[in-house]
């Protein structure tokens, strides 16, 4: 047979590939170096108080991953050892247990290495390493098992074990498709438990914190138990009245209902209102809490000083009251108010408008003269400011005195500081001429108009608001002697 030069060159390169093929399948599937001479693999010995059913080629795993096979079960003096042949690509931890498990009814036994829980040492096993007995486990034999489940069945007598099973056959005769609901219904809960299986890990987890609190107040839910109990038989011992208010309740719903009915035309205005009155609370949250801190300890103060004969010790006996008559100290405050040629007389009867503007005493905020003066109010919305008006509070403008005295400083109708009287706030306008107008509002424009002034009935004098004495001849009395008994007669001509 002749052959060509093509066909030499076509064997050539076939043979090529099936050497190559043949040196891959040996060492990257059969792995023939490291069955035959142990390349990148290591040695370790197991000691088993019996094999378990553990047998040569057997698997070796870790956490649940095949990282090696049994080269050898061997017996020694004091038991069982097996040989283990594993991956140096893996790092197994040196402090850990071995344990021997059957994958199947039929056997199929392997041993799984498990990290002991709580293992601080970061050494791992090397070639010749040796797992010791107390670190390792087997399955119990199934021989024995069978012979404890023999002789349990021994124990039962065949009547009532035919009786058993017949009373059992009753008990689920029927209920198939019940039970086939109850096992799909378990099955489904069991694959929705394994896709949430981290919410649940940490549900687990996050219950101890709050079991642990419950095993702490101990005390308090036992108190609290008792509590209820009490309650409890107080409630039996007056049985008779818890009656009563359920027999009442129909009567008392509709006697509620009518007053409910009854107040109909006014609730609503009046639930509206307090809709102003909750928000005014909520803005002074802080003064209403303040104030319910401090009244307690003020009536009690007060009580205290209304207790006789507290002072034992001195020769003081009775309540501690004082009746010191403080008039005019201090004087009250007119700086800010209309002056006396503005102010009306008290006999006059009609009611004009009021004024623009705010009046109140506008001495400086740091003045000890009428220190619970509007001008002292806290503002609420901004700590450590105060201002007269819930405006000025708010806003950025600042309190400004009109004059550090008591009494009115300037002219009578205006002031000559440029400020207004009363205070106006933006948007207002004084009329011209009127407490407010500044400065222009001179002296001798027009002449002063006079409210009421004190004046000598004798002679009619009286003194203007500009200081100068005038006389008013038809308020003088005539000079006649007046006796007691012309007091009761009517006056007339």
Not at 38 to 44: A, C, L, T
Not at 477 to 491: F, G, I
Request: hydrophobic share 40%; proline share 9%; charged share 20%.
């Amino acid at each position: 047979m002749r052959l060509t030069r093509r066909i030499r060159l076509q064997l050539l390169l076939f043979g090529v590939v099936s050497v190559l093929a043949g040196a891959v399948m040996s060492i990257g599937y059969i792995g023939l170096p490291s069955l035959l001479f142990g390349i990148g693999r290591y040695e370790v010995v197991v000691q088993l108080p019996a094999t378990g059913g553990l047998y040569k080629s057997g698997n070796v795993t870790y956490r649940g991953q095949e990282i090696g096979r049994v080269v050898d079960v061997r017996m020694t003096d004091g038991g069982i050892e097996a040989l283990l042949s594993l991956d140096s690509k893996v790092a197994v931890p040196s402090d850990l247990t071995a344990e021997v498990h059957s994958r199947s009814a039929i056997g199929e036994q392997y041993v799984d290495l498990i990290p002991r829980p709580g293992a601080t040492d970061t050494a791992t096993l090397s070639n010749g390493d040796v797992i010791p007995v107390d670190r390792t486990s087997v399955p119990p034999s199934i021989n024995e098992l069978l012979d404890a489940t023999n002789r349990g069945l021994r124990a039962i007598p065949g009547d009532n074990l035919k009786v058993a099973i017949d009373e059992g056959a009753a008990a689920v005769g029927g209920l198939g498709p019940e039970l086939s609901r109850l096992v799909k219904g378990s099955t489904r809960l069991s694959i929705d438990a394994d896709k949430n299986l981290g919410e649940l890990t940490n549900l687990i987890d996050y219950a101890k914190p709050v079991l642990d609190t419950q095993s702490e107040t101990s005390d308090s839910i036992a108190s609290w138990a008792a509590n209820i109990a009490d309650i409890t038989r107080q409630v039996e011992q007056q049985d008779s009245a818890v009656r009563g208010i359920f027999m009442d309740m129909p009567s008392t719903a509709g006697e509620v209902k009518q007053l409910l009915d009854r107040l109909h035309p006014s609730l609503p205005i009046m639930l509206a209102n307090l809709t102003g009155v909750a928000d005014l609370a909520v803005t002074y949250n802080a003064s209403l809490e303040q104030l319910l801190v401090l009244y307690p300890h003020a009536v009690a103060i007060l009580g205290s000083s209304l207790v006789p004969d507290m002072g034992l010790t001195t020769a003081y006996k009775g309540p501690f009251v004082t009746f010191d008559l403080n008039l005019n100290v201090p004087p009250p405050c007119l700086t800010g108010y209309l002056p006396p040629s503005q102010q009306r007389s008290p006999v006059f009867e009609d009611y004009p408008d009021r004024p623009e503007g705010d009046l109140y005493c506008r001495v400086p905020q740091d003045s000890p003269f009428n220190v619970r003066g509007v001008r002292n109010t806290p503002c609420v919305t901004k700590p450590g400011k105060r201002a007269p008006t819930a405006a000025m509070c708010k806003s950025d403008e600042e309190y400004v005195p009109l004059n550090d005295g008591y009494n009115w400083k300037g002219d009578p109708n205006a002031t000559l500081s440029g400020l207004d009287v009363p205070q106006l706030r933006p948007g207002q306008t004084a009329p011209t001429g009127e407490a407010g107008a500044g400065p222009a509002a001179e002296l001798g424009e027009h002449p002063p108009s006079m409210a009421f002034a004190e004046f000598d009935p004798l002679t009619g004098a009286y003194v203007g608001p500009d200081g100068r004495v005038y006389t008013q001849s038809n308020l003088v009395a005539p000079a006649t002697d007046r006796t007691w008994q012309s007091m009761l007669v009517p006056p007339g001509p």
